[in-house]
């Protein structure tokens, strides 16, 4: 996974709400034009990059064209960030135990 790459195609926020519109199944290039009121080559331009970023797939159907969401990407995304998340629970959780030896310690001085 090129992290660069996913990350840079996800920053836009018009093809987030792309992908958020896909999250209900396969679309066409209208149905997500009428979704997101945005015009219809500025769909196509990002859905060119989601394709592109691996993020979603097109499937031939007669004249229509359907895209939809693969999963993958999002589950290589998930797992690279779960690494990530679990550093900063450990960390988290370390500093919860030091906040919790300090506030006990204080409560002993106060009850002293």
Do not use: C
Not at 39 to 66: C, E, K, N
């Amino acid at each position: 996974m090129a992290h660069a790459d996913v990350f840079q195609a996800l920053a836009d926020p018009t093809r987030r709400q792309i992908i958020e519109a896909l999250l209900s199944g396969e679309q066409q290039v209208n149905d997500v034009v009428e979704q997101l009121s945005i015009h219809q080559s500025g769909v196509s331009r990002h859905l060119r990059i989601l394709l592109d970023a691996g993020f979603v797939q097109v499937r031939p159907d007669g004249q229509r064209r359907l895209y939809s969401l693969r999963p993958e990407p999002f589950q290589e995304m998930d797992a690279w960030v779960s690494s990530y998340r679990k550093l900063w629970e450990a960390r988290l959780d370390r500093f919860g135990e030091a906040l919790e030896r300090k506030q006990r310690a204080r409560k002993n001085k106060e009850k002293a």
